[in-house]
């Protein structure tokens, strides 16, 4: 099945020791999304690809960087995880822009800081 | 800026009744979408239901309807004759424009009694 695949699920890493999060899609998407989703929080947008086109959110902090080598793979480097980065983070595709486009979301990878 | 409340953190439901989740949004833009997305535990984030603003018509999907009240800035979700896989967290989520960036209201989790 067409489908949006986030590994690892579950990712844990050293305080300060960089982390990378994968996204892959099968749905041929032109929009790739990450969200970081706190624990009883919303999620919250931290950048997204529309194509190669890159767009971060003001308020995404400079620990975070993302990476689309192509189409179907996007991927979330954290450089120096610190505890607040704790998190699920969502990985979600779209057909285009535009609020029409429906959002489809993978499982989510949750990253914990030890 | 653009918000979604969801000021019911937890609501529980009978199988085979009907509950009610309520939302709330704030925004000066005219035309935009609302959205219900259903996350299970450990499980990918699904559209449950979606309301164009500009028509008046509520969306329905089966057995889940919205009650959309713009001038109230309101945005209900119905859930008829519930059953046991209706059990999730429930997001209320807002786009305005053509950027298709979703902002979510902090969730409400379902429980569905037998």
């Known amino acids: 099945d067409a489908m949006v695949i986030q590994n690892p699920r579950y990712q844990v890493t050293q305080f300060g020791k960089p982390v990378t999060l994968s996204c892959s899609q099968t749905?041929?998407?032109?929009?790739m999304y990450w969200y970081q989703q706190k624990s009883s929080q919303a999620p919250k947008l931290l950048f997204h690809y529309y194509d190669k086109d890159f767009n971060n959110e003001a308020d995404t902090p400079d620990n975070f960087q993302s990476r689309r080598p192509n189409t179907s793979f996007c991927f979330l480097d954290i450089r120096s995880p610190g505890l607040g980065d704790a998190a699920m983070y969502l990985c979600?595709?779209?057909?285009?822009?535009?609020?029409?486009?429906?959002?489809?979301f993978g499982p989510g990878t949750r990253l914990t800081v030890l | 800026a653009q918000t979604v409340t969801q000021s019911q953190p937890e609501m529980s439901v009978q199988e085979a009744e009907t509950v009610t989740l309520s939302c709330t949004y704030d925004t000066s833009e005219s035309d935009y979408y609302l959205f219900w997305y259903k996350q299970p535990p450990s499980r990918q984030m699904i559209l449950v239901i979606r309301q164009e603003a500009y028509k008046q018509q509520n969306a329905t999907e089966n057995r889940f309807s919205v009650n959309f009240q713009k001038a109230a800035k309101s945005f209900s979700l119905k859930i008829s004759d519930s059953q046991l896989g209706d059990a999730a967290m429930y997001f209320c989520?807002?786009?305005?424009?053509?950027?298709?960036?979703?902002?979510f209201g902090t969730g409400t989790l379902l429980a569905v009694q037998p």
């Open positions: 979600a595709t779209s057909r285009g822009k535009g609020s029409y486009n429906e959002q489809f």
């Open positions: 989520a807002y786009d305005g424009g053509a950027t298709n960036k979703l902002i």
């Open positions: 749905l041929n998407h032109n929009v």
